[in-house]
């Protein structure tokens, strides 16, 4: 008599919701937490690679984690990208030529590229799928240009938007004796075009800096000033600035543009008040000392805010003896993420990284 066959081991109905209960409430700051605990058992793997399950995490958690930061330093090959994890998540694309990163936003970076044989164009890429999109360049002014890229699915939650649709705005100034001239157009990739371009007569150049999306507007950084770009009305303006030196935008209240600077090692935080008249005027918001939050002050070390992480109300500071770190503004935490370094951009990237993904790709340090 043949011996009864066995059955693949499965916990039972209770237990694994219990499992997913508690997989539920890992962190997704660290996404190799997750993919360790793929490899424990099939069941554990069959929860976190469940698309249901998924979705659950990613509305959870609410807003996608800081994987990393992309750089440009100065004229040089692509940007790399510097992990915040304890896992080595991506690779540039494999792509040669001179690269500079523009903008980072819903799983998607921007980089404006020149490659021999392929001229100047645009590229979209997507650092968790690995894919990339050329795009050909606008009529554009030769002087200075900057750019963004955004989601274009309508009502999206932005916690997983990597497949949809999505909205490059492209952004240029022409310097003439009659003062810089700056246009905007906006490309879809639902349409593969171009659309109208607008213009003004702002003051100073753009700068090739990310933007700031609060809203249905974008920001952008011109010389001594910022370009807002109104993406329903297809119009420009530009705002002043409230005058500090190295200042960045960032959105400080529920749609409400400021500013946040460091002087005399200490972060000011200004914000826009704005009056019936349509006009307004920066008020001080917040002041606080870096010596009170940082857990290893250091002497005779210069402090310049240098990226903000949209969406939060994380900052990135270089130090110029302890290297680069975040400071959350609000519970005031801090994070070093690199090295000293002469940085003119940062862009943070903030994604969820599913496990099924990583198998295969994650690379532990």
Same mark, same amino acid.
């Given at each position: 008599?043949?011996?009864?066959?066995?059955?693949?081991?499965?916990?039972?109905?209770?237990?694994?919701?219990?499992?997913?209960?508690?997989?539920?409430?890992?962190?997704?700051?660290?996404?190799?937490?997750?993919?360790?605990?793929?490899?424990?058992?099939?069941?554990?793997?069959?929860?976190?690679?469940?698309?249901?399950?998924?979705?659950?995490?990613?509305?959870?958690?609410?807003?996608?984690?800081? $994987?990393?930061?992309?750089?440009?330093?100065?004229?040089?090959?692509?940007?790399?990208?510097?992990?915040?994890?304890?896992?080595?998540?991506?690779?540039?694309?494999?792509?040669?030529? =001179?690269?500079?990163?523009?903008? +980072?936003?819903?799983?998607?970076?921007?980089?404006?590229?020149?490659?021999?044989?392929?001229? &100047?164009? !645009?590229? /979209?890429?997507?650092?968790?799928?690995?894919?990339?999109?050329?795009?050909? #360049?606008?009529? =554009?002014?030769?002087?200075?240009?900057?750019?963004?890229? !955004?989601?274009? /699915?309508?009502? +999206?939650?932005?916690?997983?938007?990597?497949?949809?649709?999505?909205?490059?705005?492209?952004?240029?100034?022409?310097?003439?004796?009659?003062?810089?001239?700056? +246009?905007?157009?906006?490309?879809?990739?639902?349409?593969?075009?171009?659309?109208?371009?607008?213009?003004?007569?702002?003051?100073?150049? /753009?700068?090739?800096?990310?933007?700031? $999306?609060?809203?249905?507007?974008? =920001?952008?950084?011109?010389?001594?000033?910022? $370009?807002?770009?109104?993406?329903?009305?297809? &119009?420009?303006?530009?705002?002043?600035?409230?005058?500090?030196?190295?200042?960045?935008? #960032?959105?400080?209240?529920?749609?409400?543009?400021?500013?946040?600077?460091?002087?005399?090692? +200490?972060?000011?935080?200004?914000?826009?008040?704005?009056?019936?008249?349509?006009?307004?005027?920066?008020?001080?918001? #917040?002041?606080?000392?870096?010596?009170?939050?940082?857990?290893?002050?250091?002497?005779?070390?210069?402090?310049?805010?240098?990226?903000?992480?949209?969406?939060?109300?994380?900052?990135?500071?270089?130090?110029?003896?302890?290297?680069?770190?975040?400071?959350?503004?609000?519970?005031?935490?801090?994070?070093?993420?690199?090295?000293?370094?002469? =940085?003119?951009?940062?862009?943070?990237?903030?994604?969820?990284?599913?496990?099924?993904?990583? #198998?295969?790709? $994650?690379?532990?340090?």
């Amino acid at each position: 008599m043949a011996p009864p066959s066995r059955r693949p081991h499965s916990p039972p109905p209770l237990m694994e919701e219990l499992m997913e209960e508690i997989l539920l409430r890992v962190p997704p700051d660290e996404p190799a937490h997750l993919f360790r605990m793929a490899l424990v058992c099939k069941p554990w793997r069959r929860i976190l690679s469940n698309r249901g399950f998924l979705r659950r995490y990613r509305t959870f958690h609410r807003a996608p984690p800081l $994987l990393g930061y992309l750089h440009n330093l100065g004229e040089g090959p692509i940007p790399p990208f510097v992990s915040t994890t304890a896992a080595s998540l991506f690779s540039p694309p494999p792509l040669g030529g =001179y690269w500079w990163a523009l903008d +980072c936003r819903h799983g998607r970076v921007l980089i404006h590229s020149r490659q021999a044989g392929l001229g &100047e164009h !645009l590229v /979209v890429w997507d650092p968790i799928s690995g894919d990339t999109k050329r795009i050909g #360049m606008p009529p =554009y002014p030769d002087t200075s240009c900057a750019g963004a890229v !955004l989601c274009a /699915v309508d009502g +999206c939650d932005h916690l997983d938007c990597h497949d949809g649709p999505f909205l490059v705005v492209f952004v240029g100034t022409d310097s003439s004796d009659e003062g810089p001239d700056t +246009c905007a157009v906006v490309y879809s990739s639902e349409t593969g075009v171009w659309g109208a371009s607008v213009s003004t007569a702002a003051g100073d150049d /753009v700068e090739s800096k990310p933007s700031l $999306l609060i809203g249905d507007a974008l =920001y952008f950084t011109l010389q001594n000033g910022v $370009l807002k770009y109104d993406l329903g009305r297809h &119009e420009l303006s530009e705002i002043e600035p409230p005058g500090v030196c190295g200042s960045i935008f #960032m959105e400080v209240e529920d749609g409400v543009l400021g500013f946040v600077a460091e002087s005399d090692n +200490c972060i000011y935080k200004w914000l826009w008040q704005a009056d019936a008249n349509g006009t307004g005027r920066w008020e001080k918001h #917040m002041v606080m000392e870096l010596e009170t939050v940082l857990p290893r002050p250091a002497r005779c070390t210069s402090y310049e805010v240098i990226a903000l992480v949209e969406g939060t109300d994380a900052i990135f500071v270089s130090g110029s003896v302890v290297g680069v770190f975040t400071l959350d503004l609000k519970s005031k935490k801090v994070n070093w993420v690199g090295k000293c370094a002469p =940085y003119y951009v940062i862009l943070p990237y903030r994604s969820f990284y599913p496990p099924d993904l990583a #198998m295969g790709r $994650l690379s532990l340090e």
